[in-house]
């Protein structure tokens, strides 16, 4: 979100996006509530999909610039590393992310 009276960013404010799949899992990593956390941990990929969709799903889409246009480099990125789970717009992008952090909890990293 941003400063703006209207919820804009700052002119001249420039946003560093993640532009690799690897970036944006350690980037969220960092962002990652208790919450998020657990539910990464102890429920099926399904059920961490849609319970972190309007929470950490809209806090990606928001923080990673999903929505913008120098988000392709990152869609690119999740698509040819993730075929199962295209990135076409911030939702897509957003729900693949979701799923590699639930196997990067899974995996003790």
């Known amino acids: 979100m941003g400063c703006g009276p209207d ?31 657990d539910v990464l941990r102890n429920c099926t990929l399904e059920e961490a999909g849609w319970r972190l969709h309007m929470t950490l799903g809209h806090q990606l889409r928001n923080e990673f610039g999903l929505w913008a246009e120098e988000a392709g480099a990152l869609f690119d990125d999740i698509n040819a590393k993730m075929p199962h789970r295209l990135a076409v717009e911030g939702d897509s992008a957003s729900a693949a992310l979701i799923d590699a952090l639930w196997h990067d909890a899974r995996s003790g990293t």
């Open 7 to 37: 919820g804009s960013r700052p002119k001249g404010l420039t946003m560093i996006y993640p532009r690799t799949l690897e970036d944006a899992v350690s980037r969220a990593r960092a962002i990652l509530s208790v919450e998020d956390r």
